[in-house]
């Protein structure tokens, strides 16, 4: 072996590629593009200065090197997985980003979903917003994510499962919905990650009415407590709504008594990212959790009264 630090994860790679003798077989194998082989390849062949693998146009051969090494990898993989705790060469982590507003309303849902259907998955929910996650898709610092939007490039492929559908949340003695101008009147508490004062903000500064900004935050999971014994109002997503409801006996919720705007609900991934594997069981169950999500509708027991 080389005398120099090593990815043992160029292991997996020799041994696929020594196994399988296909670029796109052994890149299967281990869920990776063939784009992401291929440089892994690369990689090898400069840590020990030889080709190591040959190709006829159908398949690979391995050179005098690569048949010398292959033992000596055996060995070196065997000895990683008995090295590994119990079970835990058994289970695959994948990072999927989210905003705040996602894990709070699917995050358990997917867990549990995974959890019974690929046990293997270990999920990683990591936080994004749609100001960051086409780059944390394109420097692969997540395999997955969940935005309202955000990504553009031809790189980040992107599927669509509704929109948005926003609501006024505030504490309320008997959950009578606001009108534009109670709405108005009420400390507003806004969640938005970048510029001044929110979404929001410019819509009722084009119907001619101002408000009052109590506070401005980048995460929706303090929006409960922010509101807990005041007359303060924010704007959330009905299924974030929904939830925090169910802890909070004194909240309600209404339809927001302005034309809001409404951002596409979407699962994006690089192009690039190998669909088969644990990688392709992975998007199956999200696709499946959040078509299972009414993003749209608003149901009339939240609408018209707090949860008992």
Request: proline share 6%; net charge neutral; aromatic share 6%.
């Amino acid at each position: 072996m080389p005398q120099m630090d090593f990815d043992l994860n160029l292991l997996a790679v020799f041994s696929a590629l020594f196994r399988s003798r296909s670029m796109t077989r052994a890149a299967r194998m281990l869920g990776i593009a063939p784009s992401t082989m291929s440089e892994r390849l690369k990689a090898l062949r400069a840590l020990y200065g030889d080709p190591l693998f040959f190709s006829d146009g159908r398949s690979l051969s391995p050179t005098a090197l690569a048949e010398a090494l292959h033992p000596q990898v055996v060995e070196a993989l065997a000895a990683c997985r008995q090295a590994a705790p119990q079970g835990a060469a058994d289970v695959r982590s994948v990072v999927i980003a989210m905003s705040d507003d996602f894990e709070i309303s699917i995050g358990r849902r997917l867990v549990d979903a995974l959890s019974r259907c690929e046990p293997r998955i270990a999920p990683v929910l990591r936080q994004t917003n749609a100001f960051l996650v086409e780059e944390m898709l394109l420097s692969h610092a997540a395999q997955f994510a969940v935005t309202g939007g955000g990504t553009h490039g031809n790189a980040v492929a992107r599927e669509t499962f509704g929109f948005h559908l926003d609501c006024c949340l505030y504490e309320s003695d008997d959950g009578a919905p606001l009108t534009l101008e109670a709405f108005a009147a009420r400390p507003h508490v806004v969640v938005h990650y970048g510029g001044a004062s929110g979404v929001a903000h410019g819509k009722l500064w084009r119907l001619g009415i101002k408000r009052r900004m109590d506070v401005m935050t980048s995460h929706y999971g303090c929006v409960p407590e922010l509101l807990r014994g005041t007359a303060r109002v924010a704007l959330v997503p009905v299924t974030v709504a929904e939830i925090f409801m169910r802890g909070n006996p004194r909240l309600a919720c209404c339809r927001i008594p302005f034309e809001a705007t409404t951002d596409p609900v979407e699962l994006s991934y690089r192009q690039d990212l190998a669909m088969q594997g644990d990688m392709g069981r992975c998007a199956d169950v999200l696709r499946e959790v959040l078509r299972s999500v009414r993003w749209e509708v608003l149901p009339e027991e939240v609408m018209r009264a707090r949860r008992p």
